[in-house]
T-cell receptor
Framework: QKEVEQDPGPLSVPEGAIVSLNCTYSNSAFQYFMWYRQYSRKGPELLMYTYSSGNKEDGRFTAQVDKSSKYISLFIRDSQPSDSATYLCAIENTGGFKTIFGAGTRLFVKA | EAQVTQNPRYLITVTGKKLTVTCSQNMNHEYMSWYRQDPGLGLRQIYYSMNVEVTDKGDVPEGYKVSRKEKRNFPLILESPSPNQTSLYFC??????????????FGSGTRLTVV
């Protein structure tokens, strides 16, 4: 079993839709939960992070962590074609040197 | 501009011919890491370094070497490349967490093909 499971998609939605991206993880020792966005032929870039359980909102993006069920979510409201990318969830230990990534979900937002 | 620079961007080589992929960061980050990205497997950590002269194995270290002689540089060495090392490689750096978590800053990637 992978330590972080993520549906690879692809996920295709119309412009303006609400997008829900999800991951599950198995190791409860990790305290930081991140979402990275990766455009084609680019390196991943940190989109959002949360520490422990709870929600965090940044503009159209909301990250959610439920440690009791080991479930990580990213919601994108009013999705735009520019949101088309691969989204990778990641868990990280305290100290930051051990990061485990999900396989990534490819998202296509159609104009 | 704050960045992680990898070179080369693309490399085709033959089995057994030693190669080095360079990585340099200009953000004075303590942590640096190498990942490989393969379809369906995502990003897997090869080696990481917590500071100068401090390195450790990640999840897939076999066939790779690293060194950290200077804070800004973290080269990845393949002593005898094999076709199963054909992949997209990323170097990344970060600071220890305190106020203002930054996560990893990634380079643009090196696409390596071993024939």
């Amino acid at each position: 079993q992978k330590e972080v499971e993520q549906d690879p998609g692809p996920l295709s939605v119309p412009e303006g839709a609400i997008v829900s991206l999800n991951c599950t993880y198995s190791n409860s020792a990790f305290q930081y939960f991140m979402w990275y966005r990766q455009y084609s032929r680019k390196g991943p870039e940190l989109l959002m992070y949360t520490y422990s359980s709870g929600n965090k909102e940044d503009g159209r993006f909301t990250a959610q962590v439920d440690k009791s069920s080991k479930y990580i979510s990213l919601f994108i409201r009013d999705s735009q074609p520019s949101d088309s990318a691969t989204y990778l969830c990641a868990i990280e230990n305290t100290g930051g040197f051990k990061t485990i990534f999900g396989a990534g979900t490819r998202l296509f937002v159609k104009a | 501009e704050a960045q992680v620079t990898q070179n080369p961007r693309y490399l085709i080589t033959v089995t057994g011919k030693k190669l080095t992929v360079t990585c340099s960061q200009n953000m004075n980050h303590e942590y640096m890491s190498w990942y490989r990205q393969d379809p369906g497997l995502g990003l897997r950590q090869i080696y990481y370094s917590m500071n100068v002269e401090v390195t450790d194995k990640g999840d897939v270290p076999e066939g790779y070497k690293v060194s950290r002689k200077e804070k800004r540089n973290f080269p990845l060495i393949l002593e005898s490349p094999s076709p199963n090392q054909t992949s997209l490689y990323f170097c990344a750096s970060s600071s220890p967490y305190g106020e203002g978590i930054s996560g990893y800053t990634f380079g643009s990637g090196t696409r390596l093909t071993v024939v």
